[in-house]
Each structure stands twice: as structure tokens, then as C-alpha cells.
């Protein structure tokens, strides 16, 4: 079993910055790949960003709203992935979940789809006023 805590959301204005990161535990050895999704009320979840770890390498996919602006980055030895969101827009405002999963998967673009991760955190709130 693997356990995921997020922190790091809060209410910043449009244009800041904010951190959130993402600790797993338990047995985070049989996770290969971890990733953020959002969701606000009334919408399906989103996914964000994604970090797959093979044989020492990272690599790393970005859906289309988060390219050139949010940047997942993981340390290994913390068993930590952290999302730098720069830039925010209101539209960024939603609930965030960090996800894990070890399952195989056709190719990392599908670990932007919540049906690929095995375990979610219960989220930290991302709120950006104009």
C-alpha cells in the first residue's frame, strides 16, 4: 500500500507562483510513475503533469494548459514529486491531486488519465483571483 500526501496550495493572484508537493510512502519502491491532476466542481479531472522513472532516467509529459508554465520534477531519495506552477490564471483554480501508480501503461501520455494511477492523495486546494 502506498499513501500519498500533498501540501503547498493556497490562494495566490493571477500572474503568482506556487509549489505543491507530494510525499508518498508506504511502499513507494513499486511506484513507476507519479503525476498531478485537478479538478474543479462540475468537471471531470484533469491531469496535469506526470513523471515516469525507468532504470535512472526521468521522463516527463505535460497536458497542452500546463506546457511552458507548471514543471514536475521528482527526488528520488525523498520519494517526493513536486509541481512549480508559474503564470497562474484563474482558470487554474481547482482542488489538486497528486496520483502514483506501478501498473504498465501503452505510453506516458495516458498517465495525464486518472484510470492509469493506482493511488491519489486527497488533494490540496489551488485558488487564483484576477
Known amino acids: 500500500q502506498v499513501q500519498l500526501v500533498e501540501s503547498g496550495g493556497g490562494s495566490v493572484q493571477a500572474g503568482g507562483s506556487l509549489r505543491l508537493s507530494c510525499v508518498a510512502s508506504?511502499?513507494?519502491?513499486?511506484?513507476?510513475?507519479m503525476s498531478w491532476f485537478r479538478q474543479d466542481p462540475g468537471k471531470e479531472r484533469e491531469g496535469v503533469a506526470a513523471?515516469?522513472?525507468?532504470?535512472?532516467?526521468?521522463?516527463?509529459v505535460y497536458a497542452d494548459s500546463a506546457k511552458g508554465r507548471f514543471t514536475i520534477s521528482r527526488v528520488n531519495a525523498q520519494n517526493t514529486v513536486y509541481l512549480q506552477m508559474n503564470g497562474l490564471k484563474t482558470e487554474d483554480t481547482a482542488m489538486y491531486y497528486c496520483?502514483?501508480?506501478?501498473?504498465?501503461?501503452?505510453?506516458?501520455?495516458?498517465?495525464?488519465?486518472?484510470?492509469?494511477?493506482?493511488?491519489w492523495g486527497q488533494g490540496t486546494q489551488v485558488t487564483v483571483s484576477s
Open positions: 496520483a502514483a501508480g506501478g501498473s504498465w501503461f501503452t505510453s506516458i501520455e495516458t498517465l495525464l488519465q486518472s484510470h492509469t494511477a493506482n493511488y
Open positions: 508506504g511502499y513507494p519502491s513499486v511506484l513507476k510513475y
Open positions: 513523471a515516469y522513472f525507468n532504470s535512472g532516467q526521468t521522463y516527463y
